[in-house]
C-alpha cells in the first residue's frame, strides 16, 4: 500500500519507544502527563496534522499520526518532553502504514503488553482518542481503526484464555506481597497516588490480601476518598504523608509526578520498610536503593514476574493473532473503498447535474409537466446506478483502478486522485 489518502499527509506512523529496549529511566524522560499531551496535540492541530493519538502508560510511550516524514512527529514528543531526538534514536522504533496498523492492533489487544494479555491498554487508548477528538486532530480513519482494535480485545478476552493469571501490573504487585510477605493482611498499607494504577492495585489489595488497615493519601483528598468509600478503607491528607510513612509496613507509590515524590531522607530512619515504585517517571528517588533498612521494587521488576499461568497463556497467542488477522482484513477491506468515495461523489453529482437540466427542459416541453412525480423517479434511478457501480467496485477489486478510471473517462468527470 504506497499510502492512506485520507489526509493532507500522505504516510500513517507509530513512533515510540517501549519496555523492549527502554528502561524505566529513559522511558520516564519521554512520558507525556495530560497537560503536555494537550499542548502536543494543540501544536499538532496546528501543523496540519491529524489522525494522532498518543498513549502514554507505565510501559511505552507512543505517537500515531499522519505527517510527511516520521521527524515531524519525533520533534513535538521531544519538545514537550525531557528527551532529545539522540537518546530516541537508540530505543525508539518507527513504523509506518500497514506495519503501523498491525502494531497498533498488538499493542490494543494486550499482545504487546509487558505482562502478556493486560487488557488496560484498551481503556488508555479509548481515552486518547477522545483527547484527540476533543483536539481536532481525529480523522474518520483513526476512529475507525479504534473501534476494529476495540472488537479484536473484546473477541480476544471472551474466545481465548490469554488474559488468565496476572495481567496487569497491579495485580502482579498484589501477588508479589501475598509470596513476599507473610501476614500480610496484618500489616499496614500506604498507597500513596490514586490514579489509575492506584485505583487498580487498590482494588487488587482489598481482593486478594483481606487486609483492612490500608491507607490512601492523594494530593488531592477528594479523589482518594472516592475510592476509599467504595472499599471502606482509610484516607489522610498528604500532609500526613511522613508520618504514615513511619508507621507503615509497605508504601506503594503510584503518582504521576515527573519528579521523585519520596525522597531518601523521607524513609531512611525507618526500622524496615517495603516500597513497590509503580510510577513513571519513577517517584521514589533512586538514593533510596543504597539504603541497607528499605527494600525498593519497581514496577520493571513487577511486570518480569511470572505466574504458573504464563505458558498457558502463551500457548493462546495463535488464537489471538487468528483474531487479529480477521479483524485487521476487515479494516483493510473498509480501507480500499475509501479510495473509491471521490469517484463515486463526482458521479452522483453528474448524474444529479444530467437530471437537472433534463427536468428542466422536459418541463418547458411538456404541457401539465409534474415536476415532484419526475424529481422522485430519476432520484430512485439515479440511486440504483450509483448502488450498481458500487457494487461493482467492491466486488472487482483487482480491477478498480481500471474500473474508476472508466467511470472518470465516460462521464467526463474532473481528475481525481485515487
Given at each position: 500500500?504506497?499510502?492512506?489518502k485520507l489526509s493532507k499527509?500522505?504516510?500513517?506512523?507509530?513512533?515510540?519507544?517501549?519496555?523492549?529496549?527502554?528502561?524505566?529511566?529513559?522511558?520516564?524522560?519521554?512520558?507525556?502527563?495530560?497537560?503536555?499531551?494537550?499542548?502536543?496535540?494543540?501544536?499538532?492541530?496546528?501543523?496540519?496534522?491529524?489522525?494522532?493519538?498518543?498513549?502514554?502508560?507505565?510501559?511505552?510511550?507512543?505517537?500515531?499520526?499522519?505527517?510527511?516524514?516520521?521527524?515531524?512527529?519525533?520533534?513535538?514528543?521531544?519538545?514537550?518532553?525531557?528527551?532529545?531526538?539522540?537518546?530516541?534514536?537508540?530505543?525508539?522504533?518507527?513504523?509506518?502504514?500497514?506495519?503501523?496498523?498491525?502494531?497498533?492492533?498488538?499493542?490494543?489487544?494486550?499482545?504487546?503488553?509487558?505482562?502478556?494479555?493486560?487488557?488496560?491498554?484498551?481503556?488508555?487508548?479509548?481515552?486518547?482518542?477522545?483527547?484527540?477528538?476533543?483536539?481536532?486532530?481525529?480523522?474518520?480513519?483513526?476512529?475507525?481503526?479504534?473501534?476494529?482494535?476495540?472488537?479484536?480485545?473484546?473477541?480476544?478476552?471472551?474466545?481465548?484464555?490469554?488474559?488468565?493469571?496476572?495481567?496487569?501490573?497491579?495485580?502482579?504487585?498484589?501477588?508479589?506481597?501475598?509470596?513476599?510477605?507473610?501476614?500480610?493482611?496484618?500489616?499496614?498499607?500506604?498507597?500513596?497516588?490514586?490514579?489509575?494504577?492506584?485505583?487498580?492495585?487498590?482494588?487488587?489489595?482489598?481482593?486478594?490480601?483481606?487486609?483492612?488497615?490500608?491507607?490512601?493519601?492523594?494530593?488531592?483528598?477528594?479523589?482518594?476518598?472516592?475510592?476509599?468509600?467504595?472499599?471502606?478503607?482509610?484516607?489522610?491528607?498528604?500532609?500526613?504523608?511522613?508520618?504514615?510513612?513511619?508507621?507503615?509496613?509497605?508504601?506503594?507509590?503510584?503518582?504521576?509526578?515527573?519528579?521523585?515524590?519520596?525522597?531518601?531522607?523521607?524513609?531512611?530512619?525507618?526500622?524496615?520498610?517495603?516500597?513497590?515504585?509503580?510510577?513513571?517517571?519513577?517517584?521514589?528517588?533512586?538514593?533510596?536503593?543504597?539504603?541497607?533498612?528499605?527494600?525498593?521494587?519497581?514496577?520493571?521488576?513487577?511486570?518480569?514476574?511470572?505466574?504458573?499461568?504464563?505458558?498457558?497463556?502463551?500457548?493462546?497467542?495463535?488464537?489471538?493473532?487468528?483474531?487479529?488477522?480477521?479483524?485487521?482484513?476487515?479494516?483493510?477491506?473498509?480501507?480500499?473503498?475509501?479510495?473509491?468515495?471521490?469517484?463515486?461523489?463526482?458521479?452522483?453529482?453528474?448524474?444529479?447535474?444530467?437530471?437537472?437540466?433534463?427536468?428542466?427542459?422536459?418541463?418547458?416541453?411538456?404541457?401539465?409537466?409534474?415536476?415532484?412525480?419526475?424529481?422522485?423517479?430519476?432520484?430512485?434511478?439515479?440511486?440504483?446506478?450509483?448502488?450498481?457501480?458500487?457494487?461493482?467496485?467492491?466486488?472487482?477489486?483487482?480491477?478498480?483502478?481500471q474500473s474508476l478510471e472508466?467511470?472518470?473517462?465516460?462521464?467526463?468527470?474532473?481528475?481525481?486522485?485515487?
Amino acid at each position: 500500500m504506497e499510502d492512506y489518502k485520507l489526509s493532507k499527509y500522505p504516510t500513517f506512523y507509530a513512533i515510540g519507544l517501549s519496555y523492549h529496549k527502554a528502561d524505566a529511566d529513559i522511558r520516564g524522560r519521554f512520558s507525556l502527563n495530560e497537560d503536555q499531551q494537550k499542548y502536543f496535540l494543540k501544536d499538532a492541530c496546528e501543523n496540519g496534522h491529524d489522525g494522532v493519538l498518543i498513549t502514554s502508560t507505565c510501559n511505552r510511550t507512543e505517537v500515531y499520526g499522519f505527517a510527511q516524514h516520521p521527524y515531524q512527529l519525533i520533534k513535538l514528543l521531544c519538545h514537550y518532553t525531557e528527551g532529545d531526538v539522540e537518546e530516541l534514536e537508540k530505543v525508539a522504533y518507527i513504523y509506518k502504514n500497514n506495519h503501523a496498523v498491525n502494531h497498533m492492533f498488538k499493542v490494543g489487544t494486550g499482545l504487546d503488553s509487558q505482562i502478556l494479555g493486560d487488557f488496560e491498554i484498551i481503556a488508555q487508548l479509548k481515552n486518547a482518542f477522545k483527547r484527540s477528538k476533543k483536539a481536532n486532530v481525529d480523522n474518520h480513519f483513526l476512529e475507525r481503526l479504534l473501534n476494529s482494535i476495540i472488537q479484536a480485545s473484546k473477541k480476544i478476552k471472551n474466545e481465548t484464555n490469554i488474559s488468565s493469571g496476572a495481567t496487569s501490573v497491579s495485580f502482579a504487585s498484589a501477588q508479589y506481597m501475598l509470596e513476599h510477605v507473610e501476614n500480610i493482611s496484618k500489616k499496614k498499607i500506604v498507597l500513596f497516588g490514586t490514579g489509575k494504577i492506584g485505583r487498580n492495585t487498590c482494588e487488587n489489595l482489598v481482593k486478594h490480601t483481606a487486609n483492612d488497615q490500608i491507607t490512601l493519601i492523594n494530593r488531592t483528598r477528594e479523589k482518594a476518598e472516592k475510592i476509599a468509600g467504595k472499599f471502606n478503607l482509610i484516607v489522610h491528607d498528604y500532609k500526613d504523608l511522613q508520618r504514615e510513612i513511619d508507621s507503615a509496613d509497605i508504601l506503594i507509590v503510584a503518582t504521576g509526578a515527573q519528579q521523585p515524590t519520596v525522597l531518601k531522607n523521607m524513609v531512611e530512619a525507618h526500622p524496615g520498610l517495603l516500597i513497590l515504585d509503580l510510577s513513571i517517571p519513577r517517584n521514589v528517588d533512586p538514593e533510596v536503593e543504597k539504603l541497607t533498612n528499605v527494600k525498593l521494587i519497581h514496577l520493571d521488576y513487577l511486570s518480569q514476574l511470572t505466574d504458573a499461568t504464563l505458558e498457558r497463556r502463551k500457548s493462546e497467542l495463535p488464537k489471538a493473532e487468528d483474531i487479529i488477522e480477521t479483524v485487521q482484513d476487515e479494516f483493510n477491506e473498509w480501507l480500499e473503498t475509501r479510495k473509491f468515495v471521490p469517484t463515486i461523489k463526482a458521479l452522483k453529482g453528474k448524474l444529479k447535474e444530467m437530471k437537472e437540466n433534463e427536468l428542466d427542459f422536459q418541463s418547458k416541453k411538456i404541457d401539465g409537466f409534474n415536476q415532484e412525480q419526475a424529481e422522485i423517479i430519476s432520484d430512485r434511478m439515479i440511486q440504483k446506478i450509483m448502488n450498481k457501480f458500487a457494487k461493482h467496485l467492491r466486488t472487482d477489486a483487482d480491477d478498480s483502478d481500471q474500473s474508476l478510471e472508466l467511470i472518470q473517462k465516460v462521464f467526463s468527470l474532473d481528475k481525481i486522485q485515487k
